[in-house]
């Protein structure tokens, strides 16, 4: 990232919402979940699968996060109502996170319930590195559980990434397999971008290799490629991997 993309992130939160929501409309759905439905069925007619996430992150008070959670049970609804392609992605501070470990994983169990009552999929997004731990214990605990239908986000631009894999192998994880977006200090995370893209080819090859079910979310055309070439030496048919990109 260069000094001038650093110096935007730091500015963002004192643009205008209204600045804000010009410049991101391309990445977002809309305000409603309306808007989302007629988004979906767009991709589901060209062949795509979708995810939606509530947004919603940092949230203040437990009774936010518990309404989020709720709001996932009328997505669950209509994606079953509109016969759409699509799964769900959470981000654990808008479930309670930052407000206790508990809060969340109560509103995270009762989000992959209803998936479940409704033959669905919860992928937690990964956020921060302060969350990282608490994420992937919390992606443990669930499906030691016997929660299967929950998958998780891990980030190549983090060092500890390798380590989580080999940590996860047991579980056969369900992981998207990002770069990662967050500004981290280079004692824990690659910042240069060809070391970031060799831990990711790294970090996908080693996924693989522990049986996982591995979502390459990336618009790096090398990657993409990079990405293709290594699923197909290994035999991997269309149903046995996703490439995923953010709408937009």
């Known amino acids: 990232m260069t000094l001038l993309d650093r110096a935007i992130v730091r500015l963002l939160p004192a643009v ?3 600045v804000v929501q010009f410049f991101s409309a391309r990445y977002i759905a809309g305000s409603s979940l309306v808007d989302a439905v007629r988004v979906v069925k767009q991709l589901n007619a060209q062949g795509k699968t979708a995810t939606i996430d509530v947004l919603g992150e ?49 509103n995270l169990e009762d989000v992959v319930r209803q998936a479940a009552e409704n033959r669905n999929f919860v992928r937690i997004d990964m956020e921060d590195s302060s969350t990282t731990d608490d994420t992937l214990r919390l992606y443990r605990q669930l499906r030691e559980a016997g929660h299967e239908n929950l998958g998780v986000v891990l980030q190549a ?27 981290e200090p280079a004692a824990i995370a690659f910042t240069d971008a060809d070391a970031i893209r060799a831990n990711f080819v790294r970090c996908l090859d080693a996924l693989l290799d522990a049986g996982a079910y591995v979502a390459v979310a990336t618009h790096d055309e090398w990657l993409i490629g990079q990405a293709v070439h290594i699923v197909g030496a290994r035999g991997l048919g269309r149903d046995d991997y996703e490439l995923q990109t953010l709408l937009g």
Not at 91 to 97: E, N, S, V
Not at 160 to 181: E, H, S
């Open 157 to 183: 631009h983090l060092r500890r990434t390798f380590d989580d894999i080999q940590a996860l192998a047991d579980l056969r994880p369900n992981v998207r397999l990002c770069k990662g977006i967050y500004i």
């Open 58 to 106: 940092e949230v203040e008070h437990e009774a936010d996060a518990h309404t989020i959670a709720l709001a996932y049970r009328n997505v669950f609804d209509e994606i079953e109502r509109e016969q759409l392609d699509s799964n769900v992605s959470v981000k654990l501070t808008a479930l309670g996170l930052g407000l206790s470990y508990d809060i969340c994983r109560a």
């Open 16 to 18: 205008p919402k209204p």
